[in-house]
């Protein structure tokens, strides 16, 4: 009998982990950064949509810890209306259509911040962020510099100005590597924007069957 529940551990450990659906509910808090201007968030369970009139703002939501050592991550987005290509280098400068962000911190300060806000984790110097976009005058798979986190944020582009509806799938794991050179990291938490207020324009966007794994 042991010999048979060691097989059975062996096989179910080396199944692949489950995708873990992360819902679009009542945990996403928005996070303005005027007090005259923010986007406009319908959050519906399995989507969210994003409408942004000459404005910005972010939507954050916290991650249990089931969800920290997630290395790959799924989606779907859409966009109707967006803004014009634009440098996602310069500061001041850089709408665009959506951005997703993954927040990370190593495994010490993830339990010491449990609960923070969006504000205090993105300020933190061992916090690191990547941020994927659909907007910008950039190739796809374009890394950048984020000219608001400075070495702590990499915004990766997928795809550029425009509208449309795409699928993208990422792997964290490679991504962060690549940008922040490894080191073990929990993904503590999940960010969206849409940015029009630079170039007061419209966006008219969303974002659905969001899973990481």
């Known amino acids: 009998m ?5 097989a059975a551990a062996v096989c179910l450990s080396a199944l692949p982990a489950m995708a873990a659906p992360v819902s679009f509910d009542g945990s996403w808090k928005t996070q303005k950064f005027s007090l005259f201007s ?9 989507s969210v949509s994003v409408a942004s009139n000459g ?7 916290p991650l249990p810890e089931s969800y920290w050592e997630a290395s790959t991550a799924k989606w779907s987005w859409s966009v109707q209306e967006g803004v014009p290509a634009t440098d996602l280098r310069k500061k001041g400068g850089d709408d665009r259509n959506l951005a997703l962000y993954f927040v990370f911190l190593p495994d010490a300060e993830a339990q010491a911040l449990k609960g923070a806000s969006v504000r205090q984790l993105l300020t933190n110097d061992a ?17 950048l510099s984020s000219p608001y986190l400075g ?5 990766i582009v997928l795809r550029g100005s425009g509208t449309g509806s795409a699928n993208e799938s990422v792997n964290l794991s490679r991504d962060y590597a690549n940008a922040f050179g490894g080191g073990d990291a929990a993904l503590v938490g999940l960010a969206l924007s ?3 207020d630079d170039t007061d324009t419209r ?3 969303s974002i659905s069957s969001l899973t990481v794994n």
């Open 151 to 155: 070495n702590r944020g990499k915004t």
């Open 2 to 6: 042991f010999r048979l529940l060691t």
């Open 55 to 61: 404005s910005v703002s972010l939507a954050y939501r």
């Open 203 to 205: 966006i008219r966007a």
């Open 127 to 143: 916090a690191r962020v990547l941020v994927y976009v659909w907007g910008g005058a950039h190739n796809r798979g374009a890394v």
């Open 38 to 46: 923010s986007n406009t968030y319908g959050f519906n369970g399995s």
């Open 194 to 196: 849409g940015d029009s």
